[in-house]
């Protein structure tokens, strides 16, 4: 109890500071903040992290899309992109397309989507700083705890309680398939000098933005978005339990398990306490735990895990679990000679124990990962609040 209110206590200020700083007598601010303070305590004190984790991710997608679609009403009058707003570089620029415009701007120092750099919510060097901040900490924990589109996805992915398709086999294929498709963007986007995948390839516009379909390939980009967001983001989740679109087509969710590499958490397995069950396999959402993962026993997910807790929710002993970066290096090393890591010394007091949890890397990067919560959703939830009891009630917003 006593580290569920310390840590709530701090998840406290960053809710002030993220959403009720200058929002104080705005009931929307205040019901997202008791909102957001009672998972998280929720999650600390059970430590059933993934389930409400779920709980956010599922709750922030649908609330994005009625305070996003809302804003582009605001201040553009429709959701769909003309000309003019291409030109006019008022496009909201979405984490998705970084990986796209690495290349084009490293060789031509020109950003190649049409967004304003600066002085908007989803300004270029506004995201841009976001995702670097988010990189060096959770790196592809972002996929797993932040993203607004992600959640339709785990929305999708438990309606049913068994899969109905098993691609536990295809998991290999899955990863490749989206390093590849990964590739295959980022040398597009550098030879049309334009964002392919947001022009042709985005599941998500359904519930964002769309370009206005005035000739024959502006109508194939929308069947293939609307295909897209119906086969991978909806049928597919359902009947796999899997976040197919993240697992198989998102560029962004590649580009992040490359990068995780610098992150500050990883997600460990220890392979003297697993039994090789494979319910860890069989729960991952990502396809990051494969069957010859266990039986060689190689101590961590593949490279595509997003920290979503789902193994660690599952496993029956215990084995799998959040860890610094730099430990989990240093325990593989230790491991690659023959040797196992020493245990560290139980606390010798009440004090020491305390001390102890609050260090615990489960609990930092759980607190970590919700920061990234809140920083992202402090805006759109309380605005989607507002907008749906100003249809509710009627009256001004």
Same mark, same amino acid.
């Given at each position: 109890m006593a580290v569920t209110a310390f840590f709530s206590a701090f998840m406290g200020v960053v809710v002030f500071f993220f959403s009720l700083s200058g929002n104080m007598g705005s009931p929307a601010h205040w019901i997202y903040a008791i909102s957001m303070l009672a998972v998280f305590a929720a999650m600390i004190h059970t430590r059933a992290y993934s389930r409400w984790r779920r709980v956010f991710q599922v709750s922030f997608a649908l609330l994005f899309m009625i305070s996003f679609i809302g804003i582009l009403y605001d201040e553009r009058g429709s959701m769909s992109l003309t000309q003019d707003t291409v030109q006019s570089g008022e496009v909201?620029?979405?984490? $998705?397309?970084?990986p796209a415009i690495i290349a084009p701007f490293a060789l031509t120092g020109r950003v190649i989507f049409p967004a304003r750099m600066t002085g908007h919510f989803a300004s270029v060097m506004g995201m841009i700083l976001l995702w670097f901040i988010a990189t060096v900490?959770?790196?592809?924990?972002?996929?797993?705890?932040?993203?607004?589109?992600?959640?339709?996805?785990?929305?999708?992915?438990?309606i049913l309680k068994k899969p109905r398709v098993n691609l536990l086999s295809r998991n290999k294929d899955l990863r490749s398939f989206q390093f590849a498709f990964l590739f295959f963007v980022v040398l597009m986007s550098l030879g049309f000098m334009s964002s392919v995948y947001c022009e042709w390839f985005c599941p998500f516009k359904l519930v964002t933005e769309y370009a206005e379909i005035s000739d024959l390939p502006s109508l194939i980009a929308t069947v293939i978005f609307i295909g897209l967001f119906l086969g991978l983001v909806i049928v597919l989740p359902l009947l796999t339990r899997k976040r197919t679109q993240c697992s198989a087509l998102c560029p962004f969710g590649a580009f992040q398990s490359l990068m995780d590499r610098f992150s500050s958490y990883r997600v460990v397995i220890d392979v003297d306490k697993c039994v090789g069950c494979m319910k860890c396999a069989e729960a991952c959402s990502f396809c990051a735990?494969?069957?010859? @993962?266990?039986?060689?026993?190689?101590?961590?997910?593949?490279? @595509?895990?997003?920290?979503c807790g789902e193994c660690l929710s599952v496993c029956p @002993?215990?084995? $799998?679990r959040y +860890?610094? =970066? &730099? +430990?989990?290096? =240093?325990?593989?090393?230790? /491991?690659?000679?023959?040797c196992s890591p020493v245990p560290k010394n139980a606390p010798s007091? /009440?004090?020491?124990?305390? &001390? +102890?949890?609050?260090?615990?890397p489960q609990y930092l990067f759980v607190f970590t990962a919700f920061t990234f919560s809140v920083i992202v959703s402090g805006k759109f939830i309380p605005?989607?609040?507002?907008?749906?009891?100003?249809?509710a009630f009627g009256g001004p917003r």
């Open positions: 909201p620029f979405c984490q $998705i397309v970084i900490t959770i790196g592809r924990g972002w996929c797993g705890w932040v993203c607004f589109y992600g959640g339709w996805e785990e929305g999708a992915s438990r735990i494969d069957r010859e @993962t266990i039986r060689e026993e190689k101590g961590r997910p593949e490279l @595509t895990c997003a920290k @002993t215990g084995a $799998i +860890q610094f =970066s &730099f +430990q989990a290096v =240093s325990d593989a090393r230790i /491991r690659a000679k023959g007091n /009440r004090f020491g124990a305390y &001390f +102890q949890a609050i260090l615990d605005d989607a609040f507002i907008r749906i009891a100003s249809i």
